[in-house]
């Protein structure tokens, strides 16, 4: 059974966040993580990653920074800000009161 995007659309920003606040990251590493914990059942189109890279970069919750491969294309890294880490824990908060209210409808 695949997730439907209807389900997740919404939080890609904190899916990002999440992986961010581990470590550094850039954007194929991101999509293979979720692609990975999901066993495949759902990816990001690479539109609506770059798409919401940019909205958190412009609202100062993550930075971007280029790679030093020493093979290879270049890749843009990004890291998680003191304020996405803040936005982070606020976007989190909310995903756990949505599912016991979902939890309570269902």
Request: proline share 0%; hydrophobic share 25%.
């Amino acid at each position: 059974m695949s997730i439907t995007s209807d389900i997740i659309r919404g939080h890609t920003e904190t899916i990002i966040l999440s992986h961010l606040y581990e470590k550094d990251s850039y954007g194929y590493e991101i999509n293979k993580m979720i692609k990975d914990k999901t066993e495949h059942q759902y990816e990001l189109k690479e539109a609506t990653l770059y798409c919401a890279f940019k909205r958190l970069k412009e609202n100062g919750y993550i930075e971007s920074y280029w790679g030093e491969q020493a093979v290879g294309a270049r890749r843009r890294y990004y890291r998680i800000t003191d304020d996405g880490k803040k936005y982070y824990e606020e976007c989190k908060q909310d995903w756990e009161n949505t599912k016991k209210i979902l939890d309570k409808l269902i």
